[in-house]
């Protein structure tokens, strides 16, 4: 019984978050009532109002949940690294995981960001930041970074989160193959300049 109670529960919250995730696409958050909210997801106000305490609660706990699905897609530094080839490699995967997740979802983030919550946004930025200085502190190992791990880190994410903030803005001026490429060509060259490294390879 407790069981079937659980899957209703995660049932009625995953039908909210949809329905607010849709609302929001089509206006402000001001504008959107609990009636609207509860229409589109088919169920009463009082059953809202048993999971949150108003409009925003909902939207803030459906961002939290489209954030730790990033999370899960993006932060893969668990294995070890080896060579400079599989770091690049592992950076690659990073940064392809954020821009697919970013081409699946730009409707929402820029619908989230003209609501003037820019968690979502500032949550990417963090994400590829802490997989990269993970990715860094593994290649410290490897061969030793001239400069420290935030830093180096800094460089690196700091030019990706302006030009990717700048594609969702823009998304006609760069096809996504055109960035992957774009990204790919300075990821395989990146850690083959001696500039970032103390000492000669290995």
């Known amino acids: 019984m407790e069981y079937k109670e659980d899957i209703r529960i995660q049932k009625t919250r995953r039908d909210l978050r949809l329905a ?11 504008k959107i009532s609990v009636i609207e909210i509860c229409n589109k997801a088919m169920i009463n106000r009082m059953t809202f ?4 305490e108003d409009k925003f609660t909902l939207l803030d706990d459906t961002i ?29 995967s990073i940064i392809k995981n954020v821009i697919d997740y970013i081409e699946k979802n730009r409707e929402l983030i820029i619908a989230v960001q003209k609501n003037g919550d820019y968690k979502l946004f500032d949550m990417i930025a963090y994400i590829s930041e802490a997989s990269i200085t993970e990715l860094l502190n593994q290649i410290n190992k490897i061969r030793e970074l001239k400069y420290s791990i935030p830093v180096t880190s ?3 994410y700091g030019g990706f989160v302006s030009t990717i ?12 193959e055109q ?7 300075i990821k395989n060259n990146l850690f083959s300049l001696d500039f970032l490294f103390k000492n000669e390879k290995k």
Request: with cysteine; glycine share 0%; charged share 25%.
């Open 49 to 52: 109002y048993k999971y949150y």
């Open 165 to 176: 903030t700048y594609w969702i803005n823009h998304p006609d001026s760069i096809m996504k």
């Open 154 to 156: 800094s460089f690196i």
């Open 179 to 185: 960035l992957l490429e774009l990204i790919d060509n």
């Open 20 to 30: 607010i995730l849709n609302l929001i696409m089509e206006k402000p958050i001001e």
């Open 64 to 92: 939290n949940e489209i954030i730790d699905e990033l999370k899960n897609k993006t932060l893969k530094c668990n294995n070890e690294i080896k060579t400079l080839e599989e770091a690049s490699n592992l950076l690659a």
